[in-house]
């Protein structure tokens, strides 16, 4: 996939359903894609295939079969991992399943370049079903013999010089890592790690003020017992608090909790015995986060009647395009004065962060046009609404959706869905 630098990323697909649930799999600092998976097939990525999900695991700009690889005078840092490289892994997506929501799932530092993506790129946090973080920390406050050995000597002190001598990071060559770094994204990624404040190194954007106004999907954080150092549970911990209020879940793999290992920072994706330990977790974790509706949860359906006028029509006598999203907002206002009027008061609103339309037939001036909308699906701040364009005797001329966020307009940030439109959305009937 190429990027507009002209570098070209990788992303290695799995699945043995196309139209499975998109999960992209993003991995940490010194490594690549291959933590998630073997030339035998082994790994939660073909794991995930076989149970049904559509696997997109990416080697970030230079690591892994992306290229070029990195060497002295890559100039490229994390801040166009999270501006230029997940957007576009993103996007490649899109393009093969469409609007979908997705599924996210990272290792150590890719967790936290995710979590900022989130943080600097808001409108795009509805579009993500769930996340889940394997050993992602983002600072390292434990003390121990691991922390000195392989964070003070190796990553503070060795690693610099390395830079210098090299003009990049060879951690393979190293043999601390199984890829390497630029100097950009090492100090950039050292410099987070040393302090408490979550600040760009390139462009100065706060991620720690704007990660705390974010609707963030649910995160489920894993840690291992037996990382002392590259994802300490405790590290995790904070990492997770320092996102602020969250939907998320927190646990630690160990044989107290009721693991089969002690597990690490690398083999609680490698191991064999993680396929029948917590792998099958994962798996229900990310089907109950988007699980459709049904009998009881069907939504609800609103539809009104669109008069049409002659400045909609354009050279052809079809109705623009353009104007069909009116259509839908026409549609749109006339269900939050009927059903949400007290959210308002409540100084709750309702905004459009995407919108998007699939022409089926052209609408003539002759015909008559009905608008009808429905919830699809409830998220943490946000919810969608779907809408059918038609003539009310079978004939479609165009399917829609919006994405709507809440939003408090007092305090300048986005609310979960109230419980008033949950509970509106969970009898059956229609109006």
């Known amino acids: 996939m190429p990027l507009a630098s002209g570098d070209i990323l990788n992303i290695e697909r799995f699945f043995s359903d196309t139209e499975g649930p998109p999960v992209l799999m993003v991995h940490g600092a010194i490594e690549n894609g291959r933590i998630f998976y073997s030339a035998s097939g082994k790994g939660l990525a073909p794991f995930l295939a076989r149970s049904g999900f559509d696997v997109f695991v990416a080697d970030l700009r230079g690591r892994g079969k992306s290229s070029p690889p990195i060497g002295p005078g890559a100039s490229f840092g994390q ?3 999270i501006t230029e490289d997940i957007p576009a892994l993103m996007a490649a997506i899109k393009r093969r399943r469409g609007s979908v929501p997705q599924h996210w799932i990272a290792h150590s530092w890719g967790g936290v370049l995710l979590t900022s993506f989130l943080a600097r790129f808001p409108e795009c946090a509805p579009q993500v079903a769930s996340l889940v973080y394997f050993g992602s920390k983002r600072t390292v406050r434990v003390r121990n013999l691991q922390r000195l050995l392989k964070v003070e000597l190796v990553w503070n002190r060795f690693c610099p010089l390395a830079c210098r001598l090299w003009g990049y990071l060879p951690a393979r060559q190293m043999g601390i890592g199984s890829d390497s770094e630029t ?128 400045s909609d029509l354009d050279g052809y006598g079809h109705v623009n395009s353009a104007v069909y999203f009116t259509y839908l907002e026409t549609a749109r206002v006339k269900l939050f004065r009927e059903e949400f009027t007290e959210l308002t008061r ?42 059918r364009l038609h003539n009310g005797s079978g004939k479609t001329f165009a399917d829609a959706r919006t994405t709507m966020v809440c939003f408090d307009n007092g305090a300048g940030s986005t609310v979960p869905v109230p419980a008033s439109i949950r509970a509106l959305y969970q009898t059956d009937g229609a109006t």
């Open 346 to 387: 409540q100084g709750v609103y309702l905004v459009v962060a995407r919108a998007e339309c699939d022409f089926r037939v052209p609408i003539l001036f002759s015909d008559t046009v009905e608008v009808t909308a429905s919830i699809s699906r409830i998220g943490g701040a946000s919810f969608d609404l779907n809408y």
């Open 183 to 310: 100097v950009d994204s090492y100090r950039q990624s050292a410099q987070w790690v040393r302090s408490d404040r979550w600040v760009d190194g390139g462009d100065g954007f706060d991620y720690g003020t704007a990660v705390r106004r974010v609707a963030l999907p649910p995160i489920w954080y894993l840690a291992a017992a037996n990382d002392r150092a590259l994802g300490h549970p405790d590290d995790v911990r904070r990492f997770m608090e320092s996102a602020g209020e969250q939907q998320c879940r927190y646990t630690v793999l160990s044989r107290r909790n009721g693991n089969r290992h002690d597990y690490d920072h690398i083999d609680m994706l490698t191991h064999p015995d993680a396929l029948v330990d917590h792998f099958p977790q994962v798996v229900a974790w990310l089907r109950q986060q988007r699980q459709p509706l049904q009998g009881a949860d069907m939504p609800r359906t609103f539809s009104t009647s669109i008069e049409l006028r002659f």
């Open 79 to 81: 801040t166009e991992a």
